[in-house]
């Protein structure tokens, strides 16, 4: 391979050796290897126009997503399929371009393919390489673009080093950004985890799981991260989890509510039923998300496993958990009727609380009246923060309702709870998510880790269990409802349309994956072999020009007088030092007209005529004067 090859081929080689890193599947990279130094060894042969060059460019993502569908199977902790994809199919996309005369966008777009891929693969967690690898391949990109830039010296311009000085630490700020995301999350984490373990907090965790500690929900409530989309039917209030047990600063399920069923729910929704319809984003949610009244559910995987209090988890873990279900009374996974633990509150507990629970609902003669008055209460008296002191010698949920009444979601629910108790009324704490977010864009509603929630579930004599919800909602501007930003909207519902792409396709055989691409391959290799243009001539311009042939006797005449142009030389700089004026304007004539699109081609090569013309003149009357 020759050095300008490489110089062209460079950065999509180092975004091939990314996608090695980021998939562990060196038998994809080697793959994409080969196509892109094939690519580059054939060189500039077919000049397309900007239709076939847009075909040509279909072919090659093709080619990328038929590679990867064949050659990589995705392994936990590594770059998830989808985005493997993508980074493939822009590689390739890349590569293609190599055997174009003069691309549409030229080398920077090319180049810009290389550098999308690789910030794609920054998307692989626990990308350890990427840290280095992506300020690399930024001066990869930089060399890149100096080398292959014929007018960098042809047009110099003021401040021309200046300006992209700044654009390249620009660039350099810009990349380095995202490719130490996974590293400032990772951080983010760390400081999240010690700041729950201190003495200003009580034993904490992140994430949903069979058991809660107060104040768990903290690290998720500052993530952006989408986890749910949700279509059809409004719903809000989406239950993950249910715990019927207290004990000192946590809420578990009791030994009755913890023994789990196995069931297969493959009966499809009613025919014509309004349906709502909630999917999970990661493969790695382990449990279905669904709201109080839902009935006639139908999951994906349909092997499930519920419990007594009404969670529902799965029990498969391939594919992205999927659940449907109309509005009604539950049919499946129906929450038991209160037990013994509903009411269960330590000694210690009962004591502390009790005069503040008869004190709050003084007046009250029912118990929706005695819950109306405690939410007044929790509402009205007692502060919403995600950040606040903490006393590890007293009971969380004591020190939140007798001394330091501030908390989130958690504190409230688990107040509430425990005075429901202790006026005797039969109380859970559910965690789950809110849903507020409307993507209008793609018709679906968002739900973001930040959404995470809290509640209370109580049940009332004659009417069964009903939801309430002591946290001030000014304080939680996520969980009301608004439309989602444009740009974010943009993003996710692009991603969705891709995600539903790459699903049917999967969905294909691979017999008919491969008769199909053959097909297509050969019409559009037909289509573009139409109107390709073979190139015939040497790639230097310089040397023999197929617009203006003048040029080469020109330079053939001034090599003959000893006037020699070198190699390296620009065209400019060698007319700098001709000593014959007519001739150096016409060279920089010609350099305008070449680099710079300045004039057009007939009235140039008209001069370079009258300028051979008029030296041939100069030339028999100087040989008719000697005789």
């Known amino acids: 391979m020759t050095p300008t090859l490489l110089v062209r081929c460079a950065p999509t080689l180092v975004g091939v050796i990314a996608i090695a890193l980021a998939t562990g599947n060196w038998l994809l990279a080697g793959a994409l290897g080969v196509i892109v130094l094939t690519m580059a060894l054939v060189g500039e ?20 997503y038929v590679a990867t569908s064949l050659l990589y199977e995705e392994r936990a902790g590594y770059l998830h399929e989808g985005w493997t994809r993508l980074a493939s199919m822009l590689l390739v996309v890349a590569a293609v371009r190599f055997v174009q005369i003069q691309p549409a966008g030229g080398h920077p777009f090319t180049v810009g393919l290389a550098f999308t891929a690789v910030l794609v693969t920054g998307e692989a967690k626990g990308h350890g390489a990427y840290g280095w690898l992506a300020p690399g391949f930024l001066l990869v990109c930089l060399w890149s673009l100096r080398a292959t830039d014929t007018r960098r010296l042809s047009v110099p311009r003021p401040g021309a080093r200046s300006v992209l000085v700044g654009a390249s630490m620009l660039a350099m700020a810009s990349l380095f950004s995202v490719s130490t995301v996974l590293a400032v999350r990772s951080a983010h984490a760390w400081l999240m985890r010690q700041a729950r373990s201190s003495p200003f907090n009580w034993q904490q965790q992140t994430g949903f799981a069979d058991r809660l500690y107060l104040g768990s929900l903290g690290g998720m409530l500052e993530s952006e991260t989408i986890v749910l989309r949700v279509r059809g039917q409004p719903v809000d209030y989406l239950r993950g989890a249910a715990f019927d047990t207290y004990e000192a600063g946590r809420w578990l399920r009791s030994e009755e509510a913890e023994r789990e069923v196995d069931e297969t729910w493959i009966d499809p929704t009613p025919l014509g039923a309004t349906t709502t319809e909630i999917k999970a984003v990661s493969d790695h949610v382990d449990r279905f998300f669904l709201p109080f009244a839902g009935r006639d559910i139908e999951t994906v995987p349909p092997s499930v496993r519920i419990d007594a209090l009404g969670g529902v988890k799965r ?177 996710d519902a692009l991603g969705v349309m891709y995600e539903r792409v790459t699903n049917w396709l999967g969905h294909r055989s691979l017999a008919q994956t491969a008769a199909t691409g053959l097909v297509c391959f050969l019409v559009l290799a037909w289509v573009i072999g139409r109107g390709v243009a073979r190139r015939t001539v040497v790639p230097d311009p310089l040397q023999k020009d197929t617009v203006v042939p003048f040029l080469a006797a020109l330079l053939a005449g001034l090599e003959q007088a000893g006037e020699c142009r070198h190699a390296s030389e620009t065209l400019e700089h060698f007319s700098m030092r001709l000593s014959d004026p007519a001739a150096a304007a016409l060279l920089q004539h010609y350099a305008a007209w070449r680099y710079g699109n300045v004039g057009d081609a007939e009235t140039l090569a008209g001069e370079f005529e009258r300028h051979m013309a008029q030296g041939k003149t100069n030339a028999d009357r100087s040989g008719t004067t000697d005789t």
């Not at 042969?45 to 093709?62: K, S, T, Y």
């Not at 939410?375 to 007798?402: I, T």
């Not at 069964?464 to 919800?469: A, F, L, N, V």
């Open 45 to 64: 042969q077919w000049q397309l126009d900007a239709g076939r060059q847009f075909v040509a460019g279909a072919m090659g993502a093709g080619a990328g």
């Open 315 to 491: 029990t498969g873990r391939a594919g992205l958990p999927w659940v449907r279900f109309t509005t009604g009374d539950r049919t499946n996974a129906v929450v038991a009727p209160p037990s013994a633990s509903d009411l269960l509150l330590t000694a210690r507990v009962l004591h502390a609380i009790s005069p503040l629970a008869a004190a709050w609902t003084v007046g009250a003669t029912s118990p929706s009246e005695e819950l109306d008055a405690m939410e007044k209460k929790l509402r009205q008296e007692y502060h919403y923060a995600r950040a606040f002191p903490r006393v590890n010698s007293l009971d969380p949920a004591l020190d939140f309702l007798l001394r330091n009444k501030t908390g989130h979601c958690e504190y409230f629910a688990t107040a509430m709870a425990l005075l429901a108790r202790a006026r005797s009324i039969p109380a859970r704490v559910v965690i789950g998510y809110r849903v507020s977010e409307w993507n209008s864009l793609g018709g679906y509603y968002v739900v973001r880790e930040k959404n995470a929630h809290a509640w209370v579930e109580v049940w009332i004599q004659g009417a069964g269990w009903q939801s309430r919800d002591p946290t001030p909602a000014a304080y939680l501007p996520q969980n009301q409802p608004h439309q989602g930003a444009f740009s974010a909207s943009s993003f």
